[in-house]
């Protein structure tokens, strides 16, 4: 397969250390699921990147208005306040995302950090979870070493969704609720705000982990179809998580 110049190029950048290999597994994952083109515009200047199916292809479970505001308006907004910040910060725009975020902790100016913490961490997080949905026809089932290890660590995939859900169902106020892999083992996590679980020394190290799948539970993600009912918006949503992507990830973790 003929991989484009300065493709090749940024996957030599990223695997110049350890560190930052680890950091960008998932989105060397995110590239082999779609196309080179995604890979790269995970580097500054960002871009939002398109949904790789239409705005009302998730219907019934979460409904073509709030995708298009979640999409274009929210994480659009992340996307452009990320760049904003690196614009006048030519050495951290240097960095892949996942190498940036991966970084936070040494950021001294408390501010530049936030900035880069909340956009940053908004764009990762929200790129991470389009691709963690399909249509609930295509939707697709966990592959035989995904199942096993669910059932492992949760005693069944019924088990491991009730936990999910309340993991998710608990977060206060804004956040995420994840599910990730940690020593070698899957775990729930759920972080608060844009955080996710690449942030070492911004969020708890029992936090951190490689991510298999994400959960946007921010009201924005669901008030217009549930308004206050979370809980309804989690069960929906396993309808439409895209197991095949799912499997990929916990493959390269
Ligand atoms: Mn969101």
């Known amino acids: 397969m003929d991989t484009p110049l300065h493709l090749q190029r940024r996957q030599f950048v990223k695997l110049g250390t350890l560190a930052a290999t680890a950091a960008i597994l998932p989105i060397t994952a995110r590239g082999a699921d779609e196309s080179s083109k995604k890979d790269a515009e995970l580097g500054y200047p960002y871009k939002l990147p398109d949904l790789l199916y239409p705005f009302a292809a998730l219907e019934p479970h979460i409904d073509a208005k709030t995708m298009e505001i979640h999409h274009d308006k929210h994480h659009g907004t992340y996307v452009k306040n990320l760049n904003a910040a690196l614009d ?63 059932n492992k660590a949760f005693g069944s995939l019924d088990a491991f969704k009730t936990a999910f859900g ?33 942030m070492k020394g911004l969020v708890p190290a029992t936090d951190l982990g490689t991510p298999v799948l994400g959960l946007d539970v921010w009201e924005h993600a669901y008030y217009l179809n549930y308004q206050n009912r979370r809980p309804d918006y989690i069960k929906a949503w396993w309808n439409v998580v895209n197991w095949d992507v799912a499997s990929k990830r916990f493959a390269n973790a």
């Open 88 to 150: 006048k910060e030519p050495d951290l725009a240097k960095k892949s995302l996942g190498e940036l975020l991966g970084g936070l902790d040494s950021v001294s100016d408390t501010a530049l950090q936030a900035t880069l913490r909340n956009n940053g961490g908004g764009h990762w997080n929200h790129s991470f979870f389009w691709n963690s949905l399909a249509p609930a026809a295509s939707a697709g089932t966990a592959s035989k070493e995904l199942t096993e290890a669910i």
């Open 166 to 198: 309340e993991a998710a169902a608990k977060r206060f106020g804004s956040g995420w609720a994840w599910l990730v892999v940690q020593d070698g083992k899957l775990k729930i996590t759920s972080t608060a705000n844009q955080d996710n679980p690449y």
